[in-house]
């Protein structure tokens, strides 16, 4: 178990069958909390997750839901608050891959499907998710976003744009929501040694930009897994409750 503490009720973790997501729903199972994820096409890694964490939590189940669609969303949210009760937190682990390239050498099509699912599909869950959260007298709304917002890196042009419109939905639903109870952060995800291997393959072809990133983080290294899965529990959590409307880098002091 962990100190975080939760209330009664369950979380919700949009994209909880990628490696980031399934180190969330993992962190959050040993809280106690009981958990409801989604995926979008891997539902082998989904089982494999929901193995993993069944022990620690009274229950845990998985579902597939494509973000932009909007009634899917909704219907998921609402079968677990039927569910659980009540839902507590709510974490958004999603992201298109994104190939690191000047914004104007980017595919037209890449560009487009980078903006629709960042910005819709954070959309669409805060139009399903507030609502919940405002009948269960409150709650936490944590999603993922890049340290590219707070400075931009050269060629992440794809993910810090849309990143930084979800950052300011955040800080929006913040001031609007605050007086439901209802608290909206950001984590700010930095360089972390925890990488698909389509994204490893896309650094490695990126030349010397991944060694002179790192050369920009003054701590001098990449962040674990582990510091990043702390941070993001830690802001769901009833912890951090006084936190509301801010971005924090998990980034070594790359953003600083």
């Not at 979380?11 to 106690?32: E, P, Q």
């Not at 701590?219 to 409307?245: C, K, M, Q, W």
């Amino acid at each position: 178990m962990t100190n975080y503490r939760f209330p009664e009720g369950a979380a919700i973790v949009f994209g909880g069958s990628g490696a980031l997501g399934s180190g969330i729903v993992d962190l959050l199972s040993k809280s106690g909390t009981d958990i409801a994820f989604t995926f979008l096409n891997n539902k082998e890694s989904a089982e494999k997750t929901t193995i993993i964490v069944e022990g620690n939590c009274k229950k845990v189940y998985s579902e597939s839901v494509n973000l932009l669609n909007q009634s899917a969303v909704e219907d998921f949210s609402n079968l677990a608050k039927e569910t659980f009760g009540r839902i507590h937190s709510v974490i958004n682990a999603t992201g298109p891959f994104f190939n690191l390239a000047p914004i104007m050498d980017s595919n037209p099509d890449d560009v487009y499907k980078t903006l629709d699912t960042d910005i819709n599909g954070f959309y669409h869950i805060l139009k399903s998710i507030v609502p919940i959260l405002k009948d269960g007298g409150g709650g936490s709304i944590t999603t993922l976003t890049t340290t590219a917002v707070h400075r931009y890196t050269n060629t992440a042009g794809l993910s810090s744009i849309p990143k930084t419109v979800v950052k300011h939905l955040c800080a929006a639903v913040a001031r609007e929501e605050g007086h439901n109870g209802i608290r909206v952060n950001c984590v700010a995800v930095g360089q972390i040694d925890l990488l698909s291997e389509k994204q490893k393959e896309e650094i490695d072809s990126s030349g010397d930009v991944a060694n002179e990133f790192l050369k920009l983080i003054p701590l001098g290294r990449s962040g674990t897994p582990d510091e990043l899965f702390n941070a993001v529990v830690f802001l769901a959590s009833e912890n951090a409750g006084y936190i509301n409307g801010q971005s924090l880098p998990v980034d070594g002091g790359y953003s600083a």
